[in-house]
């Protein structure tokens, strides 16, 4: 045995634990120890084993940190080895999560047992893998292949009881899972019951099982686009109902190895990583806490507000919505119901959930309902003067430790915080659209932002289930600093002779969620038309970067909202459809600025605005502005739709080669409107001197 695995003996039933905080995770230790265990349980006089685990869960996995890294004996191939040529029957008693290698390790026990709020899956998707200890041939054996299709290409978890309708566990505990395990071992005993193997139960491919594949093939070719994990998991699905046990073990090997090699993987572990180490701020005072928040006020009804609200009312937090007028709740309300009302008819929430969630709202145009809340954030028009008023406001009728947040997207959190008597408690929190649904939250620290504060919005934004990255003062912040180059280098190459669809199409089939000027059409081409028209020539920069959404505007064509703008919209279903009238405005406007078009190639398309990304994304990271480059990469891959087998726009430039960058820009320098095109000193350096982006801030 091992310090993280212990064996006793009670009566006829042997017990192995394993005790590996904080998952419990399959480390070379715990794997050591299983097998250690089942060698001294193999020559007692036992009749059967228990084996489970202390702590918070069961096996949650397979130790991440060990990837890439030489592998250390036993291989988990060895011990599941070792369970099943078990000369006694095991039982896995399973509580929390058994995930990844520990649900295949329970594959391989005989029976299995769990606590009713205990959850199984393979979630090895997410990372671009596929469950490469026999998971993709033992559950379809035990579950179906429907089922076992379902819980390894999406990597969602299932509840105890599902489990228990799939045959995955045999029994439920409501009680202690010690005492039912040990019933159900003894039970075992007395019907002289012994070994019984997943890996023996037969499965044979019926028409409907391949009629079932071919359609989740094509049904993941296009929700998944681009995305080679769950096409190698179909092949290793279809091989367990094709070969026999022992060739499907091999095969989904293959295919396991394939996948470890395949950048979607590299990238998706990077992103793993970099969401959990985006909650970190560094350089924080040695034992700062978060402030305690239950109460939060949120300052406007309209779509951003009433999304945020929604964030934490179900969250459990009590919510005063504060409007101007009592039309402006209604709407708001209304909005946030018909929401709740779409999510109980897709089943994702229970009528009873939502009524309980609706309770913890408090609608009122009374601002003075906001003197006990623990934190205010003001979801607004964007307009600097007025925030600045509604900060005053909040200033004095908020106690004098209540922390005053903004939504902005822009607006500096300094000159906000100059209108307060508290600049340490203010911050920014700018939440992404739809609020309910997207899971970025830029924490934005001002000149005087406490570590205190910055803490706290960072530990109620994880509460509310957000991922969130911190962001120093700057225009735009981390994501829309970033996005006008993206959006200019769009725009600029519709100028230069793609259409609208090439751009989109060209994004779309890298990966991105939605191409650029789709996402122009549903925020509204004329939100961007309503800012420009408040800065001065110079603050708008060059008119062939903004001219076409000017024309586009002038038009009547706004997007989505008016059934135009890049494209035209189905009134029905929304779907967009290319649009000759958008053709001769594109040739108008590219006559009024002397444009001769040219072929614009998809490649140079995808160049030029993921490498516009990254070369902002590395000023914005020599200028600390961001902590760290994996932040910029959450940043994008939660906010903006970036895809996430990219791992972000600063992993997509350092997995490409820095010098291979900084040539490509140099090359757009020379070839393109130059001023778009400089160097960023950071990438320069880097790629001189053979250093890393991840190295920085560190």
Not at 207 to 233: C, F, N, V, Y
Not at 340 to 345: G, N
Not at 497 to 503: E, F, I, L, N, Y
Request: proline letters at 4%; glycine letters at 10%; a negative charge.
């Amino acid at each position: 045995m091992t310090a993280s695995v212990s064996y006793f003996t009670h009566g006829q039933i042997g017990n192995i634990v394993i005790d590996s905080p904080p998952v419990n995770a399959l480390s070379q230790h715990v794997r050591q120890g299983i097998v250690d265990a089942l060698q001294t349980a193999a020559g007692d006089d036992t009749q059967i084993v228990v084996l489970r685990c202390e702590g918070r869960t069961f096996i949650a996995g397979a130790d991440i940190t060990e990837f890439g890294k030489p592998p250390q004996a036993p291989a988990l191939a060895a011990v599941l080895e070792a369970l099943e040529s078990h000369p006694k029957p095991i039982i896995a008693a399973i509580h929390g999560t058994a995930l990844g290698g520990g649900l295949e390790l329970t594959l391989c026990c005989d029976y299995r047992v769990a606590t009713t709020s205990a959850k199984v899956g393979l979630p090895e998707v997410n990372l671009g893998l596929l469950p490469g200890a026999g998971g993709t041939q033992r559950l379809p054996r035990l579950a179906g292949l429907a089922q076992a299709i379902d819980m390894i290409t999406t990597g969602r978890p299932i509840t105890a009881r599902d489990a228990l309708t799939a045959r995955v566990v045999d029994e439920v505990c409501a009680g202690d899972l010690g005492e039912g395990a040990t019933k159900f071992a003894e039970a075992l005993i007395d019907q002289g019951e012994g070994k019984r193997l997943t890996r023996d139960i037969p499965l044979r491919m019926s028409d409907e099982d391949t009629a079932l594949l071919s359609q989740t093939r094509d049904t993941i070719a296009k929700r998944l686009k681009g995305q080679t994990a769950p096409q190698r998991i179909l092949d290793c699905l279809e091989a367990a109902g094709t070969l026999t046990f022992e060739e499907g073990l091999a095969a989904e090997r293959r295919a396991f190895e394939a996948c470890m090699e395949d950048p979607q993987s590299a990238a998706l572990r990077h992103l793993f990583f970099a969401e959990r180490a985006a909650g970190k701020i560094d350089g924080m005072a040695a034992g700062t806490k978060a402030q305690p928040v239950k109460h939060a006020g949120i300052i406007g009804a309209g779509t951003m507000g009433g999304g945020i609200a929604m964030c934490f009312a179900q969250s459990g937090f009590r919510v005063t919505l504060v409007d101007q007028d009592e039309d402006g709740l209604d709407r708001g309300l209304s909005i946030i119901k018909k929401n709740y009302e779409i999510s109980i008819k897709r089943g994702r929430l229970s009528a009873e959930q939502v009524e309980g969630f609706l309770r913890n709202l408090e609608p009122t145009t009374d601002w003075q309902q906001l003197q006990d809340v623990d934190l205010v954030i003001e979801a607004v028009f964007e307009n600097l003067e007025l925030k600045q008023n509604v900060f005053q406001k909040l200033d004095e009728i908020c106690a004098a430790d209540t922390i005053l947040a903004s939504n902005t997207s822009y607006q500096s959190i300094d000159a906000l915080a100059a209108a307060t008597n508290r600049p340490d408690r203010v911050v920014g929190m700018h939440f992404f659209s739809p609020a309910n649904v997207m899971r970025l939250l830029e924490v934005v620290r001002g000149e005087a932002s406490s570590d205190i504060t910055l803490a706290t919005a960072m530990a109620v934004g994880k509460k509310i289930g957000k991922v969130c990255a911190l962001s120093g003062m700057c225009y735009g912040f981390i994501g829309n600093r970033m996005l006008r180059h993206y959006g200019r280098e769009a725009a600029l190459c519709v100028m230069e002779g793609a259409s609208p669809a090439q751009v989109d199409q060209a994004m779309e089939r890298w990966g991105m969620a939605m191409g650029p000027m789709a996402v122009g059409d549903l925020a509204g081409l004329d939100i961007g038309y309503r800012a420009r028209e408040q800065l001065s020539d110079e603050e708008k920069g060059p008119r062939v970067n903004y001219l076409l959404a000017d024309r586009l505007v002038e038009a009547g064509r706004l997007g989505q909202k008016s059934g135009a703008g890049y494209y035209r919209y189905n009134p029905d279903t929304r779907a967009r459809e290319e649009d000759p009238a958008v053709a001769e405005i594109i040739t108008a406007t590219r006559a009024e600025l002397g444009i001769t078009p040219r072929s614009v190639s998809e490649e140079e398309i995808v160049d030029r605005l993921t490498l516009a990304l990254a070369n902002e994304g590395a000023r914005i990271l020599e200028e600390g502005i961001a902590q760290r480059a994996s932040d910029i990469d959450v940043v994008y891959c939660f906010g903006y739709g970036f895809p996430r087998f990219r791992g972000g726009p600063m992993h997509v430039a350092e997995a490409r080669g820095l010098q291979s960058v900084v040539d490509t820009i140099n090359r757009f320098h020379d070839t393109l409107a130059a001023e778009n095109w400089v160097v960023a000193p950071l990438l320069a350096r880097l790629a001189t001197q053979g250093g890393s982006l991840a190295d920085i801030g560190l």
